[in-house]
């Protein structure tokens, strides 16, 4: 079978092509990938090229498929998992398989994301890190594994009691929760997720240094929204207040903060986590910084005292992509906060490597079609000459600017 994908050759050498896939074994499945989001961690694969850990260094002459966060159907199987995978099922997947480094997007030559067609290994099915759906898009599947590195978050922070040695993971419920930076499109699936979380906070705080940004997090996540979930959500503007601790501990009503999550990979920015904590928070720096000697100044006299804690976390895990995929289809998130551009498979080259200076949140790929990635919010000008944008962007605005199930099948059905 013939195949169009972006394949990775070496640093900053990413290229679309078309070549032959190879029969699938008696242990692998073949698939239809639908689609695929484009995450910043493939932009700094391909700045990497074979230097990256998961890259193999054979990479020039036997290519990967780049793209981890995809979705689509299951066209063949072969005979070991006839009895779990049929053809025509949907499918989703987790990238990160355990106990391996290797993963889609990043190590194989014939499994990723920016394809039409791809294969997956045994190794992958093995770990049961491929599994079908039942849901009306596929987009929310691609995107599950960004929201599943939120709930990670969520779940990895912990809480004490005192007397006694338990860790109590999770968030502390109806305690006050602040995610500095976090009107990105991280930072929206986090608001979402929290909103519905079983431990789910009494108080939101979301920080910004940008009103246009914070305006558009309001448009898609209102004040009210999470009012109606018993949840207080409070932007706010970082940038104009003359003392930022004084006036963020003011918003927590001087208790300070029992979660703090730290989106941004800024020094100061973790300083100023570190001290709004409350009397047993915990501080999880969820951004991922580049610099292998990044560090801030932290109080160490509250890590005995106040048993603060600080921690990080990356990634999800099978059972977060899972929820992540069920909470949507059940309405209690709303992934698609997270995408402001669509494109096609043809703007991937492009796109990844200039990832980093496109505005918005997270861009959409759908890889049996030829688009440029397109901001959603510039639908309705290009319907000013084209009518099947003009609808688009009618279903777009009916959604709060979002993209939906509604406008996946439509432009399915367009470009078909």
């Known amino acids: 079978m013939k195949t169009r994908a972006v394949r990775l050759y070496g640093v900053d050498d990413i290229r679309l092509d078309t070549f032959e896939l190879p029969e699938i074994k008696d242990d692998e499945i073949l698939v239809k990938v639908v689609s695929d989001s484009i995450c910043m961690s493939t932009w700094k694969t391909v700045k990497q090229g074979e230097k990256h850990k998961r890259v193999p260094n054979d990479v020039k002459e ?24 049929k053809p025509g099922q949907k499918f989703a997947q987790q990238p990160a398989i355990p106990g391996q480094m290797e993963s889609p997007g990043y190590s194989y030559e014939w499994c990723g994301g920016d394809t039409e067609y791809c294969i997956f290994p045994n190794d992958i099915l093995e770990a049961g890190c491929v599994w079908t759906f039942d849901g009306d898009s596929y987009f929310a599947s691609s995107v599950a594994e960004p929201v599943s590195c939120c709930i990670g978050g969520y779940h990895t922070n912990y809480h004490t009691k005192p007397g006694g040695y338990q860790h109590i993971m999770g968030t502390k419920k109806d305690g006050n929760l602040i995610i500095l930076g976090g009107c990105g499109p991280m930072g929206l699936g986090a ?35 999470a009012k109606e979930h018993g949840v207080e959500l409070i932007y706010v503007n970082t940038s104009k207040m003359d003392d930022q601790v004084k006036g963020l501990m003011e918003l927590s009503e001087g208790k300070g903060y029992d979660d703090v999550f730290v989106y941004i990979p800024n020094q100061g920015v973790c300083e100023i986590g570190n001290q709004i904590m409350a009397y047993d928070g915990c501080m999880n720096l969820f951004a991922g910084p580049t610099d292998p000697k990044f560090s801030a100044n932290v109080n160490l006299y509250d890590c005995h005292y106040s048993r603060s804690k600080i921690i990080g976390s990356t990634g999800g895990t099978i059972d977060d992509m899972k929820e992540a995929i069920d909470k949507n ?81 439509m432009l399915l059905e367009h470009f078909s």
């Open 62 to 85: 036997h290519p990967i498929i780049i793209g981890h966060e995809f979705a689509g159907d299951i066209v063949k199987v072969g005979k070991k998992w006839q009895d779990t995978f």
């Open 191 to 225: 608001i979402s997720y929290g909103l519905t979380y079983e431990n789910k906070p009494k108080r939101i705080v979301v920080t910004e240094i940008n009103d246009e940004r914070i305006e558009r997090a309001r448009e898609v996540i209102s004040e009210e929204e």
């Open 329 to 409: 289809n059940a309405g209690l998130i709303n992934s698609a906060v997270m995408i402001t551009h669509v494109g096609g498979l043809d703007s991937v080259v492009e796109t990844t490597k200039d990832l980093p200076n496109v505005p918005g949140g997270k861009k959409l790929v759908y890889t049996h079609i030829n688009m440029p990635m397109t901001a959603i919010e510039d639908f309705g000008k290009l319907g000013e000459s084209d009518p099947f944008f003009k609808e688009l962007d009618a279903v777009c605005k009916a959604n709060k600017g979002l993209w939906s199930s509604e406008a996946e099948k």
